[in-house]
């Protein structure tokens, strides 16, 4: 029978992962980056499979990886959770947060005002598709997500931020930029500009599209909302986007749509086993407050 792995080479597993680069697994734990390397392969001959691949843009988890990181980050969150009650933490001199959402609001204004608060806390922050950013929530592979509608799962944390609704998003001169509502129906000789598949925008506004046995011969598909705001402003079609999702501009207008007057959480969502973590709770309170005084 093979013998128990050891900490360190749980450890060095889990940070690798984190990371996704051994040098910096090396440099969050403080030691050699052979230590390191030398722990995982010794984990990898113990597990008799492969747990990273290597490729050119950094590591990549295995499926066997995947499986034990979703236990391991569970165990390196609980010894951070006892860490920081032994020590008691009075202040965040440093840290790391790997966060994502879908848009870049309400994600930026919160990360924005925390940045000022907490200076040496780094966050390094990507925007994904709705499918994709509910994968990173279930695989560990992020702290927090700023999501709408996200999935309900009691291993997740959630708190509403805001509600919002779809609006039709034009440039101001626009022929249709004028009116005060809109129906799908009149946009049918428009392009339409909507985010990349696994978006939850592209799932419903072709829903709405089915359910009234509408036809738009030309839709186009971007890679995120920043690209969506930037096809608009190009003047190549009308956008479908969540109100106030994007940085406001005086060269757009966005106008209520007939058939979409349903109401949407944008939430933030994380593991919730983090919840305690002094780190993730301190944004937890900055994004809380920023609710509270409706900065976005």
């Given at each position: 029978?093979?013998?128990?792995?050891?900490?360190?080479?749980?450890?060095?597993?889990?940070?690798?992962?984190?990371?996704?680069?051994?040098?910096?697994?090396?440099?969050?734990?403080?030691?050699?980056?052979?230590?390191?390397?030398?722990?995982?392969?010794?984990?990898?001959?113990?597990?008799?499979?492969?747990?990273?691949?290597?490729?050119?843009?950094?590591?990549e988890l295995t499926r066997a990886g995947t499986e034990l990181f979703r236990i391991t980050d569970r165990l390196a969150t609980l010894d951070q959770l006892v860490t920081e009650k032994i020590n008691d933490y009075s202040a965040l001199t440093d840290g790391h947060i790997r966060l994502i959402a879908n848009a870049p609001r309400p994600a930026m204004p919160?990360?924005?005002?925390?940045?000022?608060?907490?200076?040496?806390?780094?966050?390094?922050?990507?925007?994904?598709?709705?499918t994709s950013a509910m994968s990173l929530l279930a695989d560990r592979q992020v702290d927090i997500a700023i999501v709408t509608e996200p999935e309900e799962s009691g291993a997740l944390y959630t708190d509403v931020l805001r509600r919002t609704v779809y609006m039709a998003h034009l440039r101001r001169d626009h022929p249709l930029a004028a009116r005060k509502k809109l129906s799908l129906s009149e946009l049918q000789g428009e392009t339409l500009i909507l985010p990349e598949d696994g978006s939850l925008t592209q799932k419903i506004a072709r829903a709405k599209i089915r359910e009234h046995g509408l036809d738009f011969p030309r839709i186009i598909r971007t890679t995120t909302f920043p690209m969506v705001k930037e096809a608009i402003l190009h003047g190549l079609g009308v956008g479908l986007l969540l109100q106030n999702s994007l940085y406001p501009s005086d060269k757009l207008a966005a106008i209520p749509i007939v058939e979409m007057p349903e109401d949407y959480r944008d939430c933030i969502t994380l593991p919730a086993d983090k919840r305690e973590l002094k780190l993730i709770q301190s944004f937890l309170d900055v994004a809380i407050e920023a609710r509270a005084e409706k900065q976005f």
């Open positions: 029978m093979n013998s128990r792995p050891s900490p360190y080479q749980i450890t060095a597993f889990t940070y690798v992962a984190r990371e996704k680069s051994f040098s910096r697994a090396a440099l969050r734990l403080g030691v050699t980056q052979s230590s390191v390397t030398q722990h995982v392969a010794n984990l990898e001959r113990k597990m008799g499979t492969q747990l990273f691949i290597r490729r050119r843009e950094g590591l919160i990360i924005a005002r925390y940045g000022k608060l907490y200076p040496n806390v780094q966050i390094d922050f990507t925007l994904y598709d709705w």
